[in-house]
C-alpha cells in the first residue's frame, strides 16, 4: 500500500516549456488535491476533484490545467512554464471533501525549478 | 478574513525537553482543525484532527489542545526527541471543501 505517489520528485525546466505532474492514490480516495508550497507560505491550492469526472478551482489555478484521469489518478499540467511557478508541488487525497474531517493523506511532493 | 497564524516561527530546544507551540485561527464557521508534520523534504502527515466539540486529544508525545472559544489551538510535545525535529503546521477547513494552511513552526531539537 504506497498510499499517494508523484512523478517526478524533481524538474528543471525552462520558460516557456510544458510539463505534467504525475500523481496516484491507491486508497481508493473520491477526492484529489494539487497544492503548492512556497517559503514563507502556507500550502495553496491550485486545483481539486472531490470526485472521478468532476475537477474545480482552488486558490491559485492560474497557469495550471488537471486531469482526473481515472478515480486513481490526478494529473497537474503546466502548459507554459513561468519562473514564478518554481516551488514545491504536492498532491494530496482523502476520502471526501477537504471540510469533513476526513484525514489528508499527502504525496512526497514534486520540486519544481523554472529558469 | 478567514486566517490561521502560528507562533513561533521557529524553535530551537534540547532533546528531552518539553515545548508547545500555538495556533490562532479567526475562520468561521468553523468544523474542525487539524495538525500535520512535516519532515524536510517530505510532504505533511495528520498527527491530529480536533472537533469544535474537542478539547484536548492525545497521540503518543503529541497532545492538542483546542478552546473553540478563543480560536486558540495549541501542540504540545513532550519529551523531545531528535525526529521531532520538522515543520508543524495547523490547518482549518473553509468552507465545505477549502483548508486554509498556517505557514507553520519549524522544530529543531538538538542532542
Known amino acids: 500500500n504506497a498510499g499517494v505517489t508523484q512523478t517526478p520528485k524533481f524538474q528543471v525546466l525552462k520558460t516557456g516549456q510544458s510539463m505534467t505532474l504525475q500523481c496516484a492514490q491507491d486508497?481508493?480516495?473520491?477526492?484529489m488535491y494539487w497544492y503548492r508550497q512556497d517559503p514563507g507560505m502556507g500550502l495553496r491550492l491550485i486545483y481539486y476533484s472531490a470526485s472521478e469526472g468532476t475537477t474545480d478551482k482552488g486558490e491559485v489555478p492560474n497557469g495550471y490545467n488537471v486531469s482526473r484521469l481515472n478515480k486513481r489518478e490526478f494529473s497537474l499540467r503546466l502548459e507554459s512554464a513561468a519562473p514564478s511557478q518554481t516551488s514545491v508541488y504536492f498532491c494530496?487525497?482523502?476520502?471526501?471533501?477537504?471540510?469533513?474531517?476526513?484525514?489528508?493523506?499527502f504525496g512526497p511532493g514534486t520540486r519544481l525549478t523554472v529558469t | 478574513k478567514n486566517q490561521v497564524e502560528q507562533s513561533p516561527q521557529s524553535l530551537i530546544i534540547l532533546e528531552g525537553k518539553n515545548c508547545t507551540l500555538q495556533?490562532?485561527?479567526?475562520?468561521?464557521?468553523?468544523?474542525?482543525l487539524r495538525w500535520y508534520k512535516q519532515d524536510t523534504g517530505r510532504g505533511p502527515v495528520s498527527l491530529t484532527i480536533m472537533t469544535f466539540s474537542e478539547n484536548t486529544k492525545s497521540n503518543g508525545r503529541y497532545t492538542a489542545t483546542l478552546d473553540a472559544d478563543t480560536k486558540q489551538s495549541s501542540l504540545h510535545i513532550t519529551a523531545s526527541q531528535l525526529s521531532d525535529s520538522a515543520s508543524y503546521i495547523c490547518?482549518?477547513?473553509?468552507?465545505?471543501?477549502?483548508?486554509?494552511f498556517g505557514t507553520g513552526t519549524r522544530l529543531q531539537v538538538f542532542p
Open positions: 490547518v482549518v477547513p473553509y468552507n465545505t471543501d477549502k483548508l486554509i
Open positions: 486508497m481508493n480516495h473520491n477526492s
Open positions: 495556533c490562532n485561527y479567526t475562520v468561521s464557521p468553523f468544523s474542525n
Open positions: 494530496a487525497s482523502s476520502e471526501i471533501g477537504q471540510g469533513s474531517s476526513y484525514e489528508q493523506y
